[in-house]
């Protein structure tokens, strides 16, 4: 598997869990999973053509916390 590391900046509305996670699933279609006692987003979902695993991991600040972990 490959791996890809980018560090974005991000405007000051993006700045919220709600929107993070919303732009991702919205842009990307991958699905906000579980992320436990990580400092950050997970999401994941399958390519159209050969469904193989797309995992997506976003680093964020501490201050900020997984709105999949609230959905367990």
Request: charged share 20%.
């Amino acid at each position: 598997m490959k791996e890809i590391t980018e560090e974005l900046k991000l405007p000051d509305t993006c700045q919220s869990n709600d929107v993070v996670v919303q732009k991702v699933t919205a842009v990307a279609n991958l699905g906000c999973v579980p992320c436990g006692a990580y400092g950050g987003y997970r999401f994941a979902g399958r390519t159209l053509t050969s469904g193989r695993l797309v995992p997506l991991t976003l680093e964020c600040p501490v201050h900020w916390s997984c709105p999949a972990d609230s959905q367990q």
